[in-house]
């Protein structure tokens, strides 16, 4: 039974986890461990996608666990068999690259038995089939996240980070919790086979689609539950950051997904507008704040934000023409988000082992210390390169093709009937055109003042290009974001049953056999509307740029000409003239700074005749902080204070405070009957 390897496997992470704990102590434990959990990862994703390629059929096995009376349920379909592949394939890739990028661990005791169980945890989420599997798997990844989040106890803003990580996650979960406990109803039917039986009225329904939105989108990082992801993500190790930004915001999709299209039933048009909103709103100001950010760590959090802002824009066009009876359009928009699921696990993969390779050569994780690194690490300048342009949607990689499609799921936005919704989707589509835009201007100023220029330091300019293990990792995942971009199709007709089984429809079959040149196009919906075929763009690009270049040395003169180097307008050699990270992005900071940030600025100018340094300091701060997270932080500090003082009652008040709640429950009662 697949479900059982499946369990078998997470078995195996868990047992791998005790081992850690016997011999973290000996030098060679760190590639042991790392090596083991490669080998289960890549059993967990051959048997996920051989699961989702044989159509997917659901597969489940029971266990007399958990709540008595119900057990604990375990089931193998293809929505969880799909998101098995995204979630083994980032393990694995983050086991080798650790294999390397372990040797340079501080506490590797304080990281080794919590890896692979964090690894176990995530696969456990997609197997439970009821409500109560399912949270406690949910919180045992939460927990396991968390002690690695802390590995690093001893710096302040690491404990501050796992404070707001771990209060967040409570949050997310007690949201959950509560939205299973409207899907399970009064009888308590916490299976989720029970729950897909029942038919919660209208309200349950809205209400618990909000309560997910708000687990769900804590840990998947959408505004304004994103605080912790640009905190946790510096704080964690390179290859556990890779983990909790591309896998396990991954699960938190997956969660939605589960309730809004499997376990709710039938949607109502009006929640998509919700969905759409809230995910708009998210990619735009996710990629702002990572414009503005000089942390590459904390830019490719940020980033993340924006990102699964692009996901939920696919999944609320999904609800949008689910609702409507619309099934081809929904089965393109759910398509396109689940592709960009998987595009988004590669290329920030990349880009997080490749920031960890930086930080391991240089020490430093500021934009404004780094520059010229191409020259030093040029392997991971390559593959760091193509992270970018596939981020940045940049044709032929795969970035770009998830996104089209959610483009092309766009432009049928008008044959929706409700008005709310033809107003609504053209406007998400112009947010998500301009964070496209902002995107690669982002990733233009974080390749080119990391990589390119004059080292700004001692360190930059001592840097060496990363072991052979991290190398390894960092260039299959480049692999897969140029397969995936080139040929599109195939990624599509792999996703084709998990649309079929929440949908009852699927897009068209992409891949034709006998082969031809069509099989690598796309089509959305129909031929006769668009289609998109990445082979032909790449033949286009390298045709085009290997002719430019036999012109050029054709027909260039070969006289030497020289001049002056661009000094930026300051004749003066010192590398700070160059542009800086703060530089580049200050006119999209003026434009957006009294809008959307919280700018602190403090110039101090020395008066004509001083001989003083002048001084520039700039902040920008999260207004989420100062307009919705301090004043509830205040309010519950005053709350506890006022009830510090019931610990101080007397008998007799403490009698009369619980005669008091006898009395108010019991008017309750009498008012609910």
Not at 56 to 64: E, K, L, T
Not at 202 to 223: N, R
Not at 446 to 475: I, Q
Not at 535 to 544: E, G, H, T, Y
Request: proline share 6%; net charge positive.
């Amino acid at each position: 039974m697949p479900v059982v390897v499946g369990l078998w496997c997470v078995a195996g992470f868990i047992a791998i986890a005790a081992v850690a704990i016997a011999i973290g102590r000996f030098s060679r434990a760190s590639a042991l461990i790392y090596g083991a959990s490669l080998l289960v990862s890549l059993a967990a994703l051959a048997f996920g996608l051989q699961h989702l390629i044989g159509a997917g059929f659901p597969d489940m096995v029971d266990y007399p666990l958990g709540v008595p009376g119900i057990g604990a349920h375990f089931r193998l379909d293809a929505l969880s068999a799909f998101f098995l592949v995204v979630i083994n394939l980032g393990g694995a890739a983050a086991s080798l690259y650790a294999i390397g990028y372990g040797r340079h661990e501080i506490a590797p005791l304080r990281v080794l038995p919590f890896f692979p169980a964090y690894l176990g945890g995530m696969n456990l989420v997609l197997l439970a089939d009821d409500a109560f599997s399912f949270l406690v798997a949910w919180e045992f990844m939460s927990l396991t996240s968390w002690a690695l989040v802390l590995a690093n106890h001893r710096a302040p803003e690491n404990v501050r980070a796992g404070y707001i990580y771990l209060v967040m996650a409570g949050f997310g979960t007690l949201s959950l919790l509560l939205a299973f406990g409207l899907l399970a109803g009064p009888d308590g039917s916490y299976a989720f086979e029970s729950i897909r039986a029942s038919h919660p009225v209208p309200f349950v329904a809205a209400l618990t689609l909000l309560l997910t939105l708000l687990g769900a989108g804590s840990k998947a990082g959408l505004v304004p539950l994103h605080v912790w992801l640009p905190l946790a993500h510096p704080a964690a190790p390179s290859h556990v950051s890779a983990l909790m930004s591309g896998v396990m915001t991954k699960v938190a999709v997956y969660g939605f997904i589960r309730i809004a299209f499997d376990l709710l039933g039938e949607p109502v048009w009006w929640w998509s507008l919700i969905v759409l909103a809230i995910g708009a709103i998210t990619a735009v100001i996710g990629i702002l704040y990572a414009l503005m950010q000089r942390d590459i760590k904390r830019l490719l959090a940020y980033s993340t934000v924006e990102n699964i802002g692009i996901v939920f824009i696919g999944l609320g066009l999904a609800l949008a023409f689910r609702a409507n009876k619309m099934e081809l359009p929904a089965a393109l928009a759910l398509t396109a988000a689940l592709f960009h699921v998987l595009n988004h696990s590669l290329y920030k993969s990349l880009l997080f082992f490749g920031a960890g390779a930086v930080l391991t050569a240089t020490g430093k994780r500021s934009l404004e210390d780094l520059g010229g690194l191409i020259h030093r690490m040029p392997n991971t300048a390559i593959v760091v390169l193509i992270g970018c342009a596939a981020i940045s949607a940049l044709p032929p990689l795969n970035g770009f093709v998830s996104e089209w499609m959610i483009f092309q799921a766009i432009l049928v936005g008008p044959q929706l009937p409700q008005w709310g919704l033809r107003f609504m989707v053209p406007t998400v589509g112009a947010l998500l055109a301009l964070s496209a835009a902002l995107t690669a201007a982002c990733f233009v100023k974080a390749y080119g003042v990391m990589f390119l220029g004059r080292p700004r330091t001692p360190a930059a300019e001592a840097a060496t290009d990363a072991d052979r293990f991290s190398l390894s990792a960092m260039f299959i995942l480049a692999a897969f974001c140029f397969c995936a971009g080139v040929l599109p199709g195939l990624v599509i007709d792999i996703l084709a049953p998990v649309a079929q089984s929440l949908l009852g429809a699927r897009m068209p079959v992409q891949v034709h056999l006998p082969f031809s040149l069509a099989w690598a196009s796309i089509l959305p919906i129909a031929e006769s509307r668009s289609s998109y075929n990445g082979f032909i763009i790449l033949a286009f690009l390298v045709i085009s740029g290997t002719f430019t270049a036999m012109f050029i040395h054709r027909f260039a003169t070969r006289a030497t000409r020289r001049s002056a180097i661009w000094d930026c307008g300051y004749p003066d050699p010192s590398v700070a003239t160059q542009y800086s990270s703060s530089s580049f992005v200050m006119p999209i900071r003026r434009v957006f700074g009294a809008t959307v940030f919280d700018v602190r600025r403090s110039l101090d100018m020395p008066r004509p005749g001083e001989t003083r340094p002048g001084s520039f300091h700039l902040k920008v701060w999260d207004p989420v902080w100062r307009y919705f997270y301090g004043p509830v932080a205040r309010l519950v500090l005053r709350s506890a204070t006022v009830l510090n003082q019931l610990q101080f009652l007397t008998i007799r008040r403490y009698l009369t405070l619980v005669f008091a709640t006898l009395i108010l429950l019991l008017m309750v009662v009498a008012a609910w009957r």
